[in-house]
C-alpha cells in the first residue's frame, strides 16, 4: 500500500507555502509570507513546524541562529497519496466509480 500523509489543514498550508517557494525557509519568513492568509504568530507555525518534523512531513538544517524547512515529498507525490486514500474510502479504490458518480451528477 502507498504511503499515506497525515496532514491538518494547517499543516498543509505550511506544506504549500515550502512547495510553491521550491527552496528552503526560515520559520520567521514562513510566518510572515502566511500571516495575512492565517493571522498565525511565529509561535503557532514554529508549533506546527515543530510537529511536522517530528511527523517526517518537513525536514530542517540549521543556518546560524535561525533553521530552514524544507518538505520531505512532494506536491506530487501528496495528491496521489490522497486521491488514492479518497478513491479507497469513497469508491472501493475504483476510479470507474468515480467517474460514474461524476456522470450522474
Not at 506546527?48 to 518537513?58: A, D, F, P, Q
Not at 512532494?74 to 476510479?95: A, H, I, N, P, T
Amino acid at each position: 500500500m502507498a504511503e499515506h500523509f497525515n496532514l491538518t489543514d494547517a499543516e498543509l498550508t505550511i506544506m504549500k507555502e515550502l512547495w510553491r517557494t521550491k527552496t528552503p525557509m526560515p520559520s520567521a519568513e514562513i510566518a510572515d509570507h502566511l500571516h495575512s492568509e492565517t493571522g498565525w504568530s511565529f509561535s503557532t507555525v514554529s508549533t506546527l513546524l515543530g510537529r511536522m518534523v517530528e511527523k517526517g512531513s518537513v525536514g530542517y538544517e540549521k543556518r546560524g541562529k535561525a533553521y530552514y524547512y524544507s518538505p520531505l515529498f512532494s506536491e506530487q507525490v501528496y495528491r496521489r497519496s490522497e486521491l488514492r486514500q479518497f478513491l479507497s474510502k469513497l469508491y472501493d479504490g475504483s476510479v470507474h466509480k468515480l467517474l460514474a458518480e461524476l456522470v450522474d451528477n
